[in-house]
C-alpha cells in the first residue's frame, strides 16, 4: 500500500466551503481521477483519507494538508495533477509527495495567517498590536457545542506584527489606478500562532485585540492560512511539513507502480559480449 501526501488551498469564494464541502468534492475527484483507492473495512467502506488540522470555514489557506491510502503505487505529481484537474479552480492541488516518514500530524504544530483589515487604519492596528503584546495574558470567550469557554489568546501567539497594505494586495476599487478608488485604510497583520489545546484561531486573536485596545474592523477581517508546520522556537518560523518526505523520497530508489514494476520485469535481458 502506498501512502501519498498532499497540499492543497481555499481561494477565492471557496474559502466559504466547510470541510464536509471539502471531502465530498474531494471524493469525486478522486473518482473521476481514477485513482486507486485503499478502502476501510466494514459495512460503509469508506476511501483512506487522512484530513489534517483543515482551517475553519470562511478562511482562505495555502497550506492545507491530507493523506491518501493507494492500492496501486503511483507518481505523486501525475497524481496531483490528475486530481488538480477534477477539483473546482480555488480548490487546487499544489504539493504532492510519497508519505515516506511517520507522524504527518505532529509536524503541524504551528500556522502563519495573514489577516486584512479594511477600513483600518495601519497605526491604529500597530497600537492595539502592541497592547495585546504587552500584556500577559489575554482573556477572549468563544462559544463552543459545550457553552461559552473562556480562554487565553495571548500565549498561543509566536508573533504578532502589524502595517500597511501596499497596493497590489488591496481590492480593485482601494487602488489609487481604480476609476473611483475609495480613501479607506487598510492594515495587515501577519500572525504565527502554535497549535495548542484550545485551539487559537485568528479570530480569538481579533477578540483579543477587541479587548485590549478595542480595535473593531468596521467589515470582516478578510483570513488567509500562509503556511502550516513545524514550528520553530529557536527562529520563530514555521517549516515546510513535508520536507523530510521529500528528502527521504530523494535518498530511496524510485518506488515503481504496479503496472510498471510488472513491464519491468517482463523486459528481455539484454546480453553480454560473447
Known sequence: MQRIRLRYTKRGRLRFTSHRDFQRAFERALRRAEVP????????????????????TGTGSEAEYLEIALTDARDPDKLRDL??????????IVDAVEARTSGLADR?????????????A????????????????VEVQRKTKNGMRTFDARGAVASLEAHAAQPET??????????????????????????VTPAVRPDDVLSGLRAVADLAPPVPAAV???????????TGTVT????????????????FSGHAAAAAAKAPVPEGPA
Open 37 to 56: 483507492m485503499a478502502y476501510s473495512a466494514g459495512f460503509t467502506p469508506h476511501p483512506k483519507v487522512s484530513y489534517a488540522n483543515a482551517a475553519p
Open 83 to 92: 486530481l488538480d484537474e477534477s477539483l473546482p479552480a480555488g480548490l487546487d
Open 108 to 120: 503541524l504544530t504551528g500556522s502563519v495567517w495573514e489577516l486584512r483589515l479594511d477600513g483600518v
Open 122 to 137: 495601519p497605526e491604529d492596528a500597530k497600537r492595539a498590536v502592541d497592547a495585546f503584546k504587552s500584556a500577559d495574558t
Open 170 to 195: 488591496l481590492p480593485e476599487t482601494h487602488r489609487p489606478q481604480a476609476d473611483r478608488p475609495t480613501d479607506q485604510p487598510c492594515a495587515i497583520l501577519r500572525l504565527v500562532v502554535r497549535h
Open 224 to 234: 488567509t492560512r500562509l503556511a502550516q508546520g513545524l514550528f520553530d522556537e529557536e
Open 240 to 255: 515546510d511539513p513535508l520536507a523530510p518526505d521529500r528528502e527521504a523520497a530523494a535518498a530511496a530508489p524510485t518506488v
